[in-house]
């Protein structure tokens, strides 16, 4: 995959957002109030807000480069309008519903920059009442579902093994390496997209992270979570609008992310039962949801 060559921003910031204006609006101002040392821009992208969101970034931040889509595109086609039109050196993904803090963008170049064979970081969120945000999970792999579909996990919360899906084990206090930070920041080198390509657009609203996380593992790179990149998450600002939508559209992601990377790879009965398990699990979720 090829991008623009001219960098004239060291740092690009690519925010995709959906009804989310005030949100939105607090993103902005706090990012051009703690802003990195060195040269950056800032994409949005709308995915067709009826809350006036476009308009707002169009007259309030007329420095940021605005992407107003006709139509709602997805989160993960979203991010690929912006990435395309990226210039910066390293490429942060950012949820609207978050704010910057003192020296945040500051750290996370600078942890990349002393750590040329880290691919991708996270950051460390706090909640707007100071609580620490789990925003670390392992990879979703056979044995792990299998774990929290036993009840295992929940048996044994602190157990490396059979809690290494949601890692409810993790210390927040401290850098170390991790499968897949929350999507709400993420920051990658533009060489590491280069060589593991875009998001994967079947993925338009979960798991796209997930996978982009996954190939990026694969590629040989490492990502870290990072606790001195901090930032404020109010937390599933959009996803919250369509909740019921969004439970079935994250375990369709994950169903896919199966098929992807291990209907070849598993045995067939194995494949059969966690897509099972998969399918149980959204109905169950579903049925508690309604009541």
């Given at each position: ?115 040329p064979e880290v691919g991708a970081i996270g ?52 850098p170390m390496p991790v499968d897949q930070p ?110």
């Amino acid at each position: 995959m090829q991008m623009q060559c001219e960098q004239r921003h060291v740092l690009s910031i690519c925010i995709v957002s959906w009804n989310t204006s005030e949100l939105l609006r607090a993103c902005l101002r706090s990012i051009f109030e703690y802003p990195p040392d060195e040269p950056f821009e800032v994409i949005v992208v709308d995915n067709a807000s009826r809350d006036g969101s476009a308009e707002m970034v169009r007259t309030e931040f007329p420095q940021v480069l605005l992407i107003a889509n006709s139509e709602n595109r997805g989160y993960a086609r979203g991010n690929n309008q912006a990435i395309e039109r990226a210039q910066g050196e390293f490429i942060l993904l950012l949820n609207p519903d978050t704010e910057m803090r003192p020296g945040t963008l500051r750290n996370a170049i600078c942890f990349l920059r002393e750590h040329p064979e880290v691919g991708a970081i996270g950051a460390k969120q706090v909640f707007p009442d100071g609580r620490v945000q789990p925003s670390v999970r392992g990879f979703p792999t056979p044995r792990n579902l299998l774990f929290e579909v036993l009840g295992l996990a929940r048996l044994f919360p602190r157990s490396r093994l059979f809690g290494a899906y949601r890692m409810r084990w993790f210390r927040y206090d401290r850098p170390m390496p991790v499968d897949q930070p929350m999507g709400t920041f993420l920051l990658v080198r533009r060489a590491v997209i280069e060589q593991v390509g875009l998001m994967d657009e079947a993925f338009p609203l979960f798991f796209n992270d997930v996978d982009w996380c996954y190939r990026i593992w694969q590629a040989g790179w490492s990502i870290w979570f990072v606790p001195q990149v901090e930032i404020l998450h109010h937390g599933g600002a959009s996803t919250k609008q369509v909740r019921r939508g969004a439970i079935c559209e994250s375990h369709r992601a994950l169903e896919q992310f199966y098929r992807k990377h291990y209907r070849s790879r598993l045995p067939l009965l194995l494949y059969a039962l966690i897509v099972g398990l998969i399918r149980f699990s959204k109905w169950v979720r579903l049925v508690w949801h309604s009541r």
